[in-house]
């Protein structure tokens, strides 16, 4: 079964600082990516995708995503991070052919003006 | 406002209570899912519904009990839980296609559950 790692749980930066966040998963074959955000008493929002093409995807509010598939990683970024950025954020993986989401337990953010 | 409405926002039950959490989607999707989430651990896939059938069940112990009755309605009852049950429960809804490969999930807001 698919499994996705994500480190450092929780991270605090300031204002304007750089934000990266990594995920690996397990599987080698064909994969969908994922990065999802969750903002406080939110619902869980996509963020970006990668489904084929051009490995470094650009989503919403600035943030981008490269795909690596020699390292089976997924790392999401930011170059300057906002107030308004404070979320927990997922990365999920789905096997191609299949639509079995599995999630990395998440990076709690927490972004100090 | 994602399209998929889930209710309650907050259940609070006993043990021995019989509750049923709804969700509902307005995004015409064919699959429908229950996810749990607890404190620092991944969100777990629990029940996988395609055109009104489960095809997926994670090995989920039987007093949750899962009922779609149409594709835009998902319930999922409960029956005499235990107190680390309580957790989020997440609803989802994709428009599943040949392959499933380039489907995405649509969350609602959650219901928080806290068993005593």
């Known amino acids: 079964a698919q499994s996705v790692s994500q480190h450092n749980h929780h991270v605090i930066l300031s204002e304007a600082a750089s934000l990266e966040l990594g995920c690996n998963y397990s599987y080698g074959g064909t994969v969908n990516l994922f990065w999802y955000v969750q903002y406080p008493g939110q619902h869980l929002q996509l963020l970006l995708k990668y489904f084929s093409g051009d490995p470094l995807v650009k989503g919403i509010k600035g943030f981008e995503a490269e795909f690596i598939k020699s390292k089976f990683s997924f790392n999401l970024r930011k170059p300057s991070v906002q107030w308004s950025d404070t979320a927990e954020y997922f990365c999920?993986?789905?096997?191609?052919?299949?639509?079995?989401?599995?999630f990395g337990k998440g990076n709690q953010v927490v972004v100090i003006p | 406002e994602t399209g998929v409405t889930q209710t309650p926002r907050h259940l609070v039950m006993g043990m021995t209570n019989k509750k049923s959490l709804k969700c509902e989607q307005h995004?015409?999707?064919?699959?429908m899912y229950w996810y749990k989430q607890s404190a620092k651990k991944p969100l777990e896939l629990m029940f996988v519904?395609?055109?009104?059938?489960?095809?997926e069940n994670n090995s989920v112990p039987s007093r949750f009990s899962p009922e779609c009755p149409n594709s835009s309605h998902l319930f999922l009852h409960l029956h005499t839980l235990q107190p680390e049950d309580s957790a989020l429960y997440l609803c989802a809804s994709s428009q599943e296609g040949p392959g499933g490969a380039k489907n995405i999930q649509y969350f609602g807001a959650g219901t928080r559950l806290s068993v005593l």
């Open positions: 999920a993986v789905t096997n191609y052919g299949n639509n079995r989401l599995a």
């Open positions: 519904y395609n055109f009104k059938e489960q095809t």
């Open positions: 995004l015409g999707h064919n699959a």
